[in-house]
């Protein structure tokens, strides 16, 4: 998510491939999987994942929505961001230090393994070995043992994590490095989901034809077309699937997936491109749909460019407050968003407006910090954003408000799609600045600065360092509870200010719908569409 459920931007997450979503389709812009698919299924535009169908190695939203549909994890939140057990019966600890993990009894996976500890132990270790190359293993880096699977160097001391044990076959233990108040709430994040024992036979073909415990089963991927997932009867969780299976469609264009729902070919859109956003809700009616979630949109600098490399922290909080925020939001994307005020969204624990004039629109402030700073090299950067998500528009309208206010100069660096976005930012490659979108994975403040700007963390792709940042964010995590956590990581957000490591934007409200063809479309905390729920007139 983000995903995203972190964005790789994942921090565990997921990157928000948002307003976007498509990935491929065929040359013209249209999905080559026209229709409305097998009776009783529904579909919904979901692009092309950037990486194979692997829990732990999946970190951005296209990719997100499909591994939800096909595992489950211990457990999930709720619309508000609480705790809902799934294959967990319960998740406790006297200590923030030792967890111990309960299962329901019963569960299987699709080829009729049973879900045991061992199902869990098993995965977690492979996910964590660096020699597996997962791009959520740091997500495993609390667990005693981490470093001997994980060493920052060389070949791993060790095949197993010392901090898991087995108790029985529906019972284990998580031993932490250290105390963690809110560890279990990471549990929700699907990297953490168990393996069948037919994935190490072939862990490659089982990236592409995945066998899971989730509410619905693999049946078929079409690359950069289709993926298409049945409900599986057996199912016991909460989220039982109440349609006969879904398909995932991909689009060149938000314009072109809005036509096919708006022409009945497709059930459901996540997100209206700028184009339409104007007249969707006339043109959907009663499917329409608004609603704010936990995701923010940033700006974030690589610290390794030329252009940013050593910046002056100045400079960022300049560029800052040259971006007309308010205006933007309520012309350019049509009052769809709302102008950050911290690093953290609403919606998580530790949400606060953080009393500062860095991001208030401020010409004159703006080219004074700027100056102040040094300087940006060349008088100029750029924006880099994936163009099958609809942010053109608003990047070149930063890009604008920027220029006007400082006469620094800014253009857009498009890449064709979000895959090959996510692909640069992996690999260094970005010019200047990129375009950040973080939907929450868990719902508490430490998921926005801890995945996200952490000198360790996987999702830190524009490779901000700070021994400080770093030293404080490890206090955090060493809290005595989930509140002192939690204040303590507002304390955190307070200093990221004087650092900038992103330029906070706006917080996300999905604008999607869907057409005349279901009911029962709902969004979740994450902002993701519940497909499970969806059912078929």
Not at 514 to 521: E, Y
Request: aromatic share 12%; proline share 5%.
């Amino acid at each position: 998510m983000r995903g995203a459920k972190s964005a790789k931007w994942v921090a565990g997450a997921i990157v928000v491939a948002l307003s976007a979503t498509a990935c491929g389709g065929d040359g013209d812009g249209e999905s080559k999987s026209k229709g409305s698919g097998p009776a009783g299924y529904v579909s919904i535009d979901v692009g092309e994942p950037q990486k194979p169908l692997i829990p732990a190695d999946t970190n951005e939203s296209n990719g997100s929505y499909v591994i939800q549909s096909l595992f489950t994890q211990l457990l999930d939140f709720d619309s508000k961001g609480e705790i809902v057990y799934t294959n967990a019966e319960s998740v406790t600890s006297d200590d923030s230090k030792t967890w111990t993990v309960k299962l329901k009894k019963g569960w299987k996976f699709h080829n009729g393994e049973e879900v045991t500890s061992k199902s869990y132990i098993d995965a977690w270790n492979w996910y964590a070995n660096i020699k597996n190359n997962q791009q959520n293993s740091f997500w495993f880096q609390d667990i005693k043992g981490y470093d001997d699977v994980h060493p920052e160097k060389g070949d791993p001391k060790a095949e197993t994590m010392s901090g898991l044990k087995a108790v029985d076959d529906h019972t284990f233990t998580i031993e932490l490095k250290y105390t963690m108040p809110y560890f279990n709430y990471k549990l929700g994040y699907t990297t953490w989901a168990p393996l069948p024992k037919v994935f190490y036979d072939d862990p490659k073909a089982f990236g592409q034809k995945p066998v899971g415990n989730g509410p619905y089963k693999f049946e078929k991927w079409d690359h950069k077309k289709l993926i298409q997932v049945k409900a599986w009867d057996e199912y016991q969780g909460p989220n039982k699937a109440k349609n006969k299976g879904v398909q995932f469609k991909a689009y060149t264009t938000l314009e072109a997936a809005y036509k096919d729902v708006v022409s009945g070919n497709l059930d459901m859109i996540r997100q209206v491109g700028p184009t339409d956003l104007p007249k969707y809700k006339q043109d959907l009616g009663d499917g329409a749909i608004e609603q704010p979630y936990a995701a923010i949109q940033t700006l974030t600098p690589a610290f390794y460019s030329k252009t940013f490399k050593d910046i002056d922290p100045k400079v960022l909080q300049g560029l800052s407050m040259a971006i007309d925020r308010d205006t933007i939001t309520k012309t350019v994307l049509n009052n769809t968003r709302t102008p950050a005020k911290g690093f953290t969204p609403p919606g998580v624990k530790g949400y606060q407006n953080l009393d500062t004039d860095v991001f208030t629109y401020n010409p004159a402030k703006a080219k004074q910090l700027i100056k102040e700073g040094g300087g940006v090299p060349g008088n100029k950067f750029t924006i880099q954003y994936n163009t099958d998500g609809g942010h053109k528009e608003w990047v070149t309208a930063v890009c604008e408000s920027i220029r006007k206010a400082t006469g620094v100069d800014c253009v857009g660096d498009p890449k064709p799609d979000f895959a090959t976005d996510l692909e640069a930012r992996d690999n260094d490659q970005v010019k200047g600045m990129y375009r950040g979108g973080w939907v929450a994975d868990y719902p508490v403040n430490a998921n926005f600065m801890k995945e996200l700007y952490h000198t360790t963390a996987e999702a830190n792709n524009g490779r901000f360092s700070n021994k400080e940042i770093d030293g404080l964010m490890n206090k955090a995590d060493n809290a005595k509870s989930l509140e002192e956590s939690v204040k303590a990581f507002q304390e955190v957000e307070k200093k990221l200010v004087d650092h900038m490591p992103a330029i906070p934007l706006w917080y996300y409200r999905i604008n999607g719908g869907h057409g005349k063809n279901v009911d029962n479309v709902n969004v979740d905390f994450h902002g993701d569409l519940e497909v499970w729920a969806v059912t078929t007139k």
